[in-house]
């Protein structure tokens, strides 16, 4: 059974980081990412890792938690934060497996013209 406080607290010291090397070791080898921005989810431990170093970059340091709901292997955290002059508000819905590794990570985001600025800028990181 995964113990969902510790998993969380790996994932939250990894954001305070804000150093991306550190989130391949949180995933779970066939992990899977899904973002309003992709039409497909993106499998695999390197490709997830990629996107969420992406989203950490892009993000910043105005990147936010505000609120936390737990379930026995999941967590949804609300978040704000700002790109491009338009403020982010969404959800990280996350679940782990009975390693403590991440299994599923899903974003959603409003409103769209704030998901249109973080597509803009997510594309430009993950090109350069």
């Not at 391949?24 to 996107?51: C, I």
């Not at 379930?71 to 700002?82: I, K, N, P, Q, R």
């Amino acid at each position: 059974m995964t113990d969902v406080s510790d998993a969380l607290a790996r994932w939250h010291a990894v954001l305070e980081s804000r150093d991306p090397a550190g989130v391949p070791a949180l995933l779970a080898e066939d992990a899977v990412f899904r973002s309003p921005a992709l039409f497909a989810p993106q499998s695999g431990r390197a490709v997830v890792a990629g996107y969420l170093g992406a989203a950490m970059a892009v993000l910043g340091p105005a990147f936010r938690y505000h609120r936390e709901w737990t379930g026995s292997d999941s967590a949804v955290l609300e978040f704000t934060s700002e790109v491009d002059g338009r403020e982010i508000h969404g959800i990280d819905m996350i679940t782990w497996d009975s390693s403590g590794l991440i299994r599923e990570f899903t974003v959603m985001v409003r409103p769209f013209s704030a998901l249109q600025a973080l597509m803009q800028a997510m594309a430009a990181q993950l090109a350069g």
